[in-house]
């Protein structure tokens, strides 16, 4: 029962370097979530996807791009990474199917930009 | 525009004694609310929801209440015990809607 795996766990990058974090879920899942936490903003929505090829952009988009060509993943790019890109990031995924839509968690990638 | 608020960011609470976590929201659409608990280093996990066809839902220890005409909604904790200890937060979701928003969170603390 893997549910939701997210790679890498921990990154630090250097300002203006690129990566990609991984989402991977085993749960057949049409929906999927990107977010953020920082303190005190709890957790902001940043891109989610509807089912595979769709994406859209959610509260705070901006210096982030998303790709969900395969149901099970969906790829969080950052281009050019800022250190206001410091954050825990967690992806999550529901199934809006059924009548509890509850969404499930990876563990977070803890991601600093120095 | 910020949907969601929860506006107590901690809440210190004796064990053994009742836990009130406080949620409120602007959208009207809203039909289902969920709350979830978060540990430190961990992925939120799902606690309990409510419909809005109801007011009460309970499970155990936890029960959420729901006023709709008052868009607010919360979560008791009877009795509290310090493994409650969490940060936890409300997400309003309804039928076809596709973003999952969550409100700011409030940081629990049950002492012994």
């Known amino acids: 029962n893997a549910g939701v795996t997210q790679t890498p766990k921990f990154r630090v990058l250097k300002t203006g370097q690129s990566m990609t974090l991984l989402c991977a879920q085993d749960?057949?899942?049409?929906?999927m979530y990107w977010y953020r936490q920082d303190p005190g903003m709890g957790l902001r929505l940043i891109h989610y996807s509807v089912g595979e090829g769709t994406t859209a952009k959610g509260e705070v988009p901006d210096g982030y791009n998303v790709s969900r060509l395969k149901k099970q993943n969906f790829l969080l790019g950052l281009e050019s990474a800022a250190p206001s890109q410091t954050s825990v990031y967690f992806c999550?995924?529901?199934?809006?199917?059924?009548?509890?839509?509850?969404?499930?968690f990876g563990q977070g990638t803890r991601l600093t930009v120095v | 525009d910020q949907q969601v608020k929860q506006n107590s960011p901690s809440l210190s609470v004796q064990e053994g004694r009742i836990s009130i976590l406080n949620c409120d929201y602007t959208?009207?659409?809203?039909?289902?609310f969920l709350w979830y608990k978060k540990y430190p280093a961990e992925g939120p996990t799902f606690l309990i929801s409510?419909?809005?066809?109801?007011d009460k839902n309970e499970d155990g220890r936890f029960t959420v209440f729901l006023n709709k005409s008052a868009k607010h909604l919360s979560l008791h904790i009877v009795p509290s015990q310090p493994g409650d200890s969490a940060v936890y937060f409300c997400?309003?979701?309804?039928?076809?809607?596709?973003?999952?928003?969550f409100g700011t969170g409030t940081r629990l603390l049950v002492s012994p």
């Open positions: 749960m057949n899942h049409e929906y």
């Open positions: 999550a995924s529901s199934d809006p199917r059924g009548l509890n839509t509850e969404a499930f």
């Open positions: 997400a309003p979701s309804n039928t076809g809607f596709q973003k999952l928003v």
């Open positions: 409510i419909s809005s066809i109801k």
């Open positions: 959208n009207s659409m809203f039909d289902y």
